[in-house]
Protein backbone atom coordinates (compact mmCIF):
# COMPACT_ATOMS: atom_id res chain seq x y z
CA UNK A 1 0.00 0.00 0.00
CA UNK A 2 1.07 3.71 -0.70
CA UNK A 3 0.15 6.70 0.14
CA UNK A 4 -0.38 9.63 -3.19
CA UNK A 5 2.02 12.22 -2.40
CA UNK A 6 0.98 16.11 -2.76
CA UNK A 7 2.45 16.91 -5.42
CA UNK A 8 2.66 21.18 -6.54
CA UNK A 9 3.63 20.06 -10.29
CA UNK A 10 0.34 17.61 -10.14
CA UNK A 11 -3.26 18.16 -10.70
CA UNK A 12 -3.88 16.07 -8.35
CA UNK A 13 -2.04 18.27 -5.89
CA UNK A 14 -4.07 17.68 -2.21
CA UNK A 15 -5.59 14.39 -3.28
CA UNK A 16 -4.96 11.73 -0.45
CA UNK A 17 -5.45 8.55 -1.47
CA UNK A 18 -4.12 4.96 -1.25
CA UNK A 19 -2.55 2.63 -3.85
CA UNK A 20 -2.65 -0.90 -3.17
CA UNK A 21 -0.70 -3.30 -5.26
CA UNK A 22 -2.68 -6.27 -6.02
CA UNK A 23 -0.53 -8.65 -7.86
CA UNK A 24 -0.75 -9.53 -11.89
CA UNK A 25 -3.67 -10.04 -13.60
CA UNK A 26 -3.71 -10.11 -17.73
CA UNK A 27 -0.25 -9.79 -17.78
CA UNK A 28 0.50 -6.87 -16.09
CA UNK A 29 1.23 -5.42 -12.47
CA UNK A 30 -2.04 -4.12 -11.02
CA UNK A 31 -3.15 -1.51 -8.02
CA UNK A 32 -6.63 -0.30 -7.03
CA UNK A 33 -7.17 3.20 -5.82
CA UNK A 34 -8.74 3.98 -2.17
CA UNK A 35 -9.95 6.59 0.05
CA UNK A 36 -8.08 7.46 2.32
CA UNK A 37 -10.23 6.84 5.04
CA UNK A 38 -10.71 3.21 3.66
CA UNK A 39 -6.84 2.63 3.86
CA UNK A 40 -6.85 0.79 7.17
CA UNK A 41 -8.47 -2.15 5.50
CA UNK A 42 -5.60 -3.40 4.46
CA UNK A 43 -4.90 -4.30 8.20
CA UNK A 44 -8.23 -6.74 7.97
CA UNK A 45 -7.92 -7.94 4.45
CA UNK A 46 -5.88 -9.24 1.80
CA UNK A 47 -6.39 -7.91 -1.55
CA UNK A 48 -5.63 -9.31 -4.94
CA UNK A 49 -6.39 -9.14 -8.88
CA UNK A 50 -8.81 -11.41 -10.64
CA UNK A 51 -9.87 -11.56 -13.91
CA UNK A 52 -13.48 -12.27 -14.33
CA UNK A 53 -14.36 -13.74 -18.00
CA UNK A 54 -17.87 -12.63 -19.26
CA UNK A 55 -19.64 -16.48 -19.43
CA UNK A 56 -21.66 -14.93 -22.50
CA UNK A 57 -18.97 -13.82 -24.16
CA UNK A 58 -18.90 -10.18 -23.61
CA UNK A 59 -14.93 -9.88 -22.98
CA UNK A 60 -13.51 -9.14 -19.30
CA UNK A 61 -13.00 -7.07 -16.46
CA UNK A 62 -9.83 -7.16 -14.03
CA UNK A 63 -11.65 -5.75 -10.43
CA UNK A 64 -10.43 -5.50 -7.18
CA UNK A 65 -10.52 -8.44 -4.98
CA UNK A 66 -10.68 -8.51 -0.96
CA UNK A 67 -10.43 -11.35 1.76
CA UNK A 68 -10.43 -11.53 5.29
CA UNK A 69 -7.25 -12.34 6.35
CA UNK A 70 -8.75 -14.60 9.38
CA UNK A 71 -11.22 -16.26 7.36
CA UNK A 72 -9.61 -17.05 4.14
CA UNK A 73 -10.29 -16.86 0.62
CA UNK A 74 -13.44 -18.25 0.64
CA UNK A 75 -14.79 -15.17 2.32
CA UNK A 76 -13.79 -12.43 0.04
CA UNK A 77 -15.48 -10.02 -2.47
CA UNK A 78 -14.93 -7.78 -4.73
CA UNK A 79 -13.53 -4.67 -3.19
CA UNK A 80 -16.54 -2.32 -4.67
CA UNK A 81 -18.76 -4.48 -2.84
CA UNK A 82 -16.94 -4.20 0.41
CA UNK A 83 -16.68 -0.71 0.26
CA UNK A 84 -20.79 -0.31 -0.75
CA UNK A 85 -21.72 -2.46 2.31
CA UNK A 86 -18.71 -0.19 4.24
CA UNK A 87 -20.50 3.00 4.17
CA UNK A 88 -23.94 2.39 2.70
CA UNK A 89 -25.12 -0.93 4.54
CA UNK A 90 -24.67 -3.59 1.97
CA UNK A 91 -26.16 -4.29 -1.58
CA UNK A 92 -29.73 -4.78 -1.99
CA UNK A 93 -31.03 -7.81 -3.92
CA UNK A 94 -30.95 -7.26 -7.89
CA UNK A 95 -28.56 -4.57 -7.85
CA UNK A 96 -24.75 -4.19 -8.01
CA UNK A 97 -22.07 -1.97 -7.75
CA UNK A 98 -20.22 -0.61 -10.87
CA UNK A 99 -17.86 2.16 -11.52
CA UNK A 100 -18.74 5.45 -13.01
CA UNK A 101 -15.86 5.94 -15.15
CA UNK A 102 -15.52 2.22 -16.25
CA UNK A 103 -12.05 2.14 -14.35
CA UNK A 104 -12.82 -1.06 -12.28
CA UNK A 105 -9.18 -0.67 -10.02
CA UNK A 106 -10.71 2.97 -9.14
CA UNK A 107 -12.33 2.21 -6.05
CA UNK A 108 -13.02 5.34 -4.58
CA UNK A 109 -16.46 5.93 -2.77
CA UNK A 110 -17.35 8.68 -5.59
CA UNK A 111 -16.68 6.61 -8.22
CA UNK A 112 -19.26 3.73 -7.56
CA UNK A 113 -22.67 3.51 -7.67
CA UNK A 114 -25.58 1.07 -7.60
CA UNK A 115 -27.55 0.29 -10.57
CA UNK A 116 -29.89 -2.90 -11.21
CA UNK A 117 -28.13 -6.18 -11.81
CA UNK A 118 -29.96 -6.02 -15.54
CA UNK A 119 -28.77 -2.82 -16.56
CA UNK A 120 -25.31 -2.78 -19.25
CA UNK A 121 -24.29 1.04 -19.50
CA UNK A 122 -21.35 0.56 -22.18
CA UNK A 123 -19.50 3.57 -23.19
CA UNK A 124 -18.43 4.50 -26.65
CA UNK A 125 -14.74 3.02 -27.02
CA UNK A 126 -13.64 6.70 -28.04
CA UNK A 127 -15.44 8.22 -24.59
CA UNK A 128 -13.67 5.27 -23.21
CA UNK A 129 -10.53 6.16 -23.97
CA UNK A 130 -11.00 9.87 -23.06
CA UNK A 131 -12.09 9.09 -19.36
CA UNK A 132 -8.76 6.69 -18.62
CA UNK A 133 -6.40 9.31 -19.77
CA UNK A 134 -8.48 12.51 -18.04
CA UNK A 135 -8.69 10.04 -15.12
CA UNK A 136 -7.44 10.50 -11.28
CA UNK A 137 -6.44 6.72 -11.64
CA UNK A 138 -4.37 7.60 -14.95
CA UNK A 139 -2.53 10.43 -13.14
CA UNK A 140 -1.91 8.14 -9.58
CA UNK A 141 -0.36 5.23 -11.67
CA UNK A 142 1.97 7.69 -13.12
CA UNK A 143 3.53 8.75 -9.93
CA UNK A 144 4.85 5.54 -9.18
CA UNK A 145 8.63 5.21 -9.15
CA UNK A 146 9.72 2.41 -12.15
CA UNK A 147 11.03 0.38 -10.13
CA UNK A 148 7.07 -0.68 -8.57
CA UNK A 149 6.68 -1.83 -12.02
CA UNK A 150 9.63 -4.02 -12.59
CA UNK A 151 7.85 -7.25 -11.99
CA UNK A 152 6.00 -7.03 -14.93
CA UNK A 153 8.69 -7.38 -16.83
CA UNK A 154 9.06 -10.86 -16.31
CA UNK A 155 7.59 -13.74 -17.78
CA UNK A 156 4.39 -14.88 -16.14
CA UNK A 157 4.49 -18.91 -16.54
CA UNK A 158 0.98 -19.36 -15.69
CA UNK A 159 0.15 -17.73 -19.06
CA UNK A 160 1.35 -20.34 -20.85
CA UNK A 161 1.73 -24.25 -21.48
CA UNK A 162 5.27 -25.99 -21.61
CA UNK A 163 6.18 -29.41 -23.41
CA UNK A 164 9.50 -31.00 -22.09
CA UNK A 165 11.12 -34.16 -23.63
CA UNK A 166 12.35 -37.55 -21.40
CA UNK A 167 14.87 -35.97 -19.99
CA UNK A 168 13.02 -33.01 -18.97
CA UNK A 169 13.82 -30.05 -21.45
CA UNK A 170 11.69 -27.61 -22.60
CA UNK A 171 11.60 -28.53 -26.03
CA UNK A 172 8.32 -26.02 -26.93
CA UNK A 173 5.95 -23.07 -25.58
CA UNK A 174 3.11 -21.73 -26.10
CA UNK A 175 0.77 -19.52 -25.13
CA UNK A 176 -2.60 -19.96 -23.37
CA UNK A 177 -5.12 -18.83 -26.59
CA UNK A 178 -8.07 -18.12 -23.74
CA UNK A 179 -6.25 -15.57 -22.17
CA UNK A 180 -7.30 -11.59 -22.08
CA UNK A 181 -4.62 -9.27 -21.88
CA UNK A 182 -4.84 -5.78 -20.78
CA UNK A 183 -2.55 -2.68 -21.75
CA UNK A 184 1.00 -3.26 -20.86
CA UNK A 185 1.27 0.37 -20.14
CA UNK A 186 0.50 0.92 -16.61
CA UNK A 187 -1.84 3.79 -16.37
CA UNK A 188 -3.74 2.29 -18.95
CA UNK A 189 -6.84 -0.47 -18.28
CA UNK A 190 -8.30 -0.80 -21.58
CA UNK A 191 -8.51 -4.80 -22.02
CA UNK A 192 -8.94 -6.83 -24.91
CA UNK A 193 -12.86 -7.64 -25.93
CA UNK A 194 -11.30 -10.78 -27.14
CA UNK A 195 -8.35 -13.28 -26.66
CA UNK A 196 -5.02 -12.07 -28.74
CA UNK A 197 -6.80 -8.76 -30.08
CA UNK A 198 -3.81 -6.21 -29.24
CA UNK A 199 -0.22 -5.80 -30.80
CA UNK A 200 2.66 -7.91 -28.95
CA UNK A 201 6.25 -6.48 -28.75
CA UNK A 202 8.17 -7.98 -31.30
CA UNK A 203 11.48 -8.13 -29.56
CA UNK A 204 9.99 -9.50 -26.20
CA UNK A 205 6.82 -11.16 -27.70
CA UNK A 206 5.21 -10.56 -24.14
CA UNK A 207 3.94 -7.04 -23.45
CA UNK A 208 0.40 -6.15 -25.13
CA UNK A 209 -0.29 -2.71 -26.19
CA UNK A 210 -3.65 -1.33 -27.35
CA UNK A 211 -2.29 0.98 -29.44
CA UNK A 212 0.40 2.68 -30.66
CA UNK A 213 0.60 5.97 -28.30
CA UNK A 214 0.67 3.77 -25.14
CA UNK A 215 3.58 1.56 -27.03
CA UNK A 216 5.92 4.89 -27.15
CA UNK A 217 5.00 6.23 -23.98
CA UNK A 218 5.67 2.78 -22.09
CA UNK A 219 8.74 2.56 -24.26
CA UNK A 220 11.68 4.68 -22.21
CA UNK A 221 10.70 1.89 -18.77
CA UNK A 222 10.22 -1.05 -20.99
CA UNK A 223 12.91 -0.99 -22.95
CA UNK A 224 15.30 -1.84 -19.93
CA UNK A 225 13.68 -4.99 -19.38
CA UNK A 226 13.04 -5.63 -22.65
CA UNK A 227 15.05 -9.05 -24.06
CA UNK A 228 14.92 -10.74 -27.60
CA UNK A 229 12.45 -14.00 -27.16
CA UNK A 230 14.10 -17.39 -28.27
CA UNK A 231 11.94 -20.46 -28.95
CA UNK A 232 12.71 -23.51 -28.75
CA UNK A 233 12.29 -25.92 -31.92
CA UNK A 234 10.41 -28.60 -31.30
CA UNK A 235 12.27 -31.79 -31.92
CA UNK A 236 11.00 -33.99 -34.83
CA UNK A 237 11.70 -37.44 -32.89
CA UNK A 238 12.04 -37.84 -28.79
CA UNK A 239 15.42 -39.08 -27.65
CA UNK A 240 15.06 -42.89 -26.99
CA UNK A 241 14.75 -43.25 -23.23
Given amino acids: MKDLPDSPESWISGVKLGIVRLGRAAGKMKYTLLDERDITLVQEYAFEAKLEIDKDGNGAEVHAF ?29 FKVVHKNSITMDNRLQNLCLVPKSCRLPLPLETQRKHREQSLYWAAIQQLP ?65 GPSCQ ?15 HSVLRDQLPDR
Fill in 146 to 210: PDHMVDEHFNDQSLSRRYYNANGELVYEEEESTCYYECHYPPCTNLEREPREFSICGRCQEARYC
Fill in 66 to 94: AYDLLRGKHFGRFVQDLLWERHYGGVAPG
Fill in 216 to 230: QRDWPIHKKFCRKKY
